[in-house]
């Protein structure tokens, strides 16, 4: 059974036009990532999250965003997708940063597609 | 400073050979984990092993093993007997105390196993 979910699997979206990606989690972990990942290259740390404080990697546009409501969701938002954007979009939880079972589990990425 | 290094892009072997895949680290802190992951073509990632700073023993669990030698810095993974189903893109990643253990990843090595 899938423990981290992401929706959609697929995503087109106009260029400019914002665009949401969501996670959700079955874990009840205390962080979430969000990686960007560009065709053979490495995933790149955007944010995370540790419970609701959030953290923002310096190199991280100011074009994304994101949103945890509750412990099982989070959402990535592209608030003016350019032609750059389009990537693989990885979420990815770990129990808490400081456990010694640091290791994060994926989801299966939203693939972003912009037109 | 947290650096991944991978040198290797893309390896083939043919199927019952063993591979090894090499990583290089980089941090400056003194409690730290490394991983490996595997991505295959349906994109999630999915997590393979962790070792920890303070570990003194390399390990192997079924078909993996795993050797880091901390004089040269090196994680280096191996596959034994490789199956075709071992085919994927094979991450080498670490994450630091001092950096809030956020994961990052090296670039990749892409294993291709002929039958």
């Known amino acids: 059974d899938a423990m981290v979910i992401q929706n959609p699997r697929y995503q087109v979206t106009q260029f400019g036009k914002p665009v949401t990606l969501s996670c959700s989690q079955t874990?009840?972990?205390?962080?979430m990532y969000w990686y960007q990942q560009k065709s053979s290259q490495a995933p790149k740390l955007l944010f995370h999250?540790?419970?609701?404080?959030?953290?923002n990697e310096a190199d991280t546009p100011d074009n994304f965003q994101s949103r945890r409501p509750n412990t099982s969701f989070c959402f990535l938002d592209i608030r003016s997708p350019g032609l750059g954007d389009a990537a693989m979009y990885l979420c990815?939880?770990?129990?808490?940063?400081?456990?010694?079972?640091?290791?994060?589990?994926f989801g299966q990425g939203t693939r972003l597609t912009v037109v | 400073a947290q650096k991944v290094t991978q040198a290797q892009t893309e390896i083939s072997v043919v199927e019952k050979e063993d591979v090894t895949l090499d990583c290089v680290y980089e941090?400056?802190?003194?409690?730290?984990?490394l991983f490996w992951y595997k991505q295959p073509p349906s994109g999630e990632l999915v997590f393979l092993i962790r070792?920890?700073?303070?570990?003194?023993q390399n390990e192997i669990s079924g078909r993996y093993s795993w050797n880091v030698q901390k004089s040269t810095s090196s994680f280096n993974f191996t596959i034994t007997a490789s199956q075709v189903v071992d085919s994927a893109v094979y991450f080498c990643?670490?994450?630091?105390?001092?950096?809030?253990?956020?994961?990052?990843f090296g670039a990749g090595t892409r294993l291709f196993v002929k039958a």
């Open positions: 990815a939880t770990s129990r808490a940063e400081t456990a010694v079972d640091t290791e994060a589990f």
């Open positions: 874990l009840n972990h205390n962080v």
């Open positions: 999250y540790y419970d609701k404080d959030f953290n």
């Open positions: 941090t400056c802190d003194t409690t730290y984990y």
């Open positions: 070792r920890n700073s303070f570990d003194e």
């Open positions: 990643a670490l994450s630091e105390a001092a950096g809030g253990f956020k994961t990052i």
